[in-house]
């Protein structure tokens, strides 16, 4: 097992970087430093991690920085003697891909290749060192009826989104077989939980069933999606780090694949019972709304390799998970007003100086 005493995450403000962090420092046996390398775009919120903040002290630095600035980059790898790198740190949301593409090139696509110069740089021909990079399964491109994605399907990405994540795979790549930079990957289906910035579609749709707004069902709502809990995400990312082969990739599901409209019934169904609210008046709420441009039809994963090679099981079902998830809306609905308000953005930059 591969141990670290200074690990950088990039991007550990976000959903599942903040997941990550907590996981590590809270369910594993990790002894070392953990410095959460993160911009704050609008989705970055330092406050879902006052918690570890506070408990972890000098084992958790959080600094401000952008993964496409290299001297950034290079002063914080060089001044926490880092030797793994954890990259979480994108543009995530596809919609917003299809209406600006511009900061995906950037950060994706530059902003890897920046952290893939500098990781070099410092590292050398050093083997006891690790970059590992957080993909996605829209790099596999879209399914039919049947099938699922392996870690041998040939890329094939339709979205701005999904084509700079693919860029950026690749590069990760190239970075190991050009000069040997020690690399693990893993490319991961649809996550949900806790801290999930509410403008995904299980965060959006509980956040307006609680506030009683329209639900956006694009298209006629048959696009279909594999769920994982992000604390399995997380533990899969840590498995892969500790125990992966180097140079390899892993792919990361849930095996629970749902149609969006189905998904969005047990959600009214779970809202209305912790709720307490009447089931006909939240079923009312779904609109059909105009589809998504290039909307890929069906995500599957198939993460055999992952389960034989290195023996990880998801540690929820589905239906432990939404409960979970639409509790924790409920008992944080303080944290979605936050993060989505205007002054919030002026407090980070008022209290978090960019460097
Ligand atoms: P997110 O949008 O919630 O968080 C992204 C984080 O990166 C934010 O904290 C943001 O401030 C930071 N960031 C953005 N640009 C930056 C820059 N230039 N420099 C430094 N930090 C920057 O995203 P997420 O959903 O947590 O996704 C994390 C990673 O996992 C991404 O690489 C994404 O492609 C991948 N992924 C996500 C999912 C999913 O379902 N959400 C599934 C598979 C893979
Ligand atoms: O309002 C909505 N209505 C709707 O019908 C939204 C926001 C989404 N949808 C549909 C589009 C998709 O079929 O729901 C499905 C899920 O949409 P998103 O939550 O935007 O996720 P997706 O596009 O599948 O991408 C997500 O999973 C893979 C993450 O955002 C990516 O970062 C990750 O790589």
């Not at 070099?120 to 399914?143: I, N, P, Q």
């Not at 870690?151 to 077989?177: F, G, I, M, N």
């Not at 990957?185 to 307006?208: A, D, R, T, V």
């Not at 019934?265 to 609210?277: D, N, Q």
Request: with cysteine; aromatic share 12%.
């Amino acid at each position: 097992m591969r141990t670290f005493h200074n690990i950088l995450v990039t991007g550990g403000a976000g959903f599942i970087g903040s997941n990550f962090i907590r996981y590590v420092f809270t369910k594993t046996s990790f002894a070392g430093r953990m410095v959460n390398f993160d911009k704050l775009t609008y989705a970055g919120n330092p406050h879902s991690l006052a918690d570890i903040a506070s408990a972890y002290g000098e084992r958790y630095h959080f600094v401000r920085g952008d993964i496409a600035e290299s001297t950034q980059v290079a002063a914080a790898l060089r001044d926490h003697e880092v030797d793994a790198i954890i990259h979480f740190a994108a543009e995530s949301h596809v919609d917003r891909s299809i209406h600006g593409p511009g900061d995906f090139i950037r950060t994706n696509i530059l902003g890897t290749f920046t952290l893939l110069q500098a990781a070099r740089e410092l590292w050398g021909d050093r083997k006891d060192v690790l970059f590992h990079h957080v993909s996605t399964d829209e790099v596999y491109g879209s399914l039919g009826d049947t099938g699922k994605f392996l870690e041998t399907t040939a890329y094939d990405p339709r979205s701005p989104y999904s084509a700079s994540k693919a860029s950026s795979d690749h590069l990760v790549q190239a970075w190991h077989h050009t000069y040997g930079l020690p690399i693990t990957m893993s490319n991961c289906s649809n996550n949900y939980g806790p801290y999930h910035f509410p403008e995904k579609l299980i965060p959006l749709m509980i956040n307006n069933l609680l506030t009683g707004k329209t639900l956006p069902v694009y298209g006629d709502g048959k696009n279909v999606r594999d769920w994982l809990y992000v604390e399995d995400h997380a533990n899969a990312i840590w498995a892969i780090v500790t125990k992966g082969s180097i140079g390899e990739t892993y792919n990361v599901g849930g095996e629970n694949e749902w149609q969006n409209i189905q998904l969005l019934e047990v959600l009214i169904e779970t809202v209305a019972r912790l709720a307490g609210r009447n089931l006909a008046d939240l079923r009312n709420l779904i609109t059909y709304v105009k589809d998504r441009p290039g909307h890929d039809r069906r995500y599957a994963i198939n993460c055999h390799k992952l389960k034989t090679e290195l023996g990880w099981a998801p540690s929820v079902t589905f239906e432990q998970g939404i409960e979970k998830t639409v509790q924790w809306y409920l008992d944080n609905q303080a944290w979605v007003a936050q993060v989505t308000s205007g002054d919030y953005r002026k407090w980070v930059d008022a209290n978090y100086a960019r460097r």
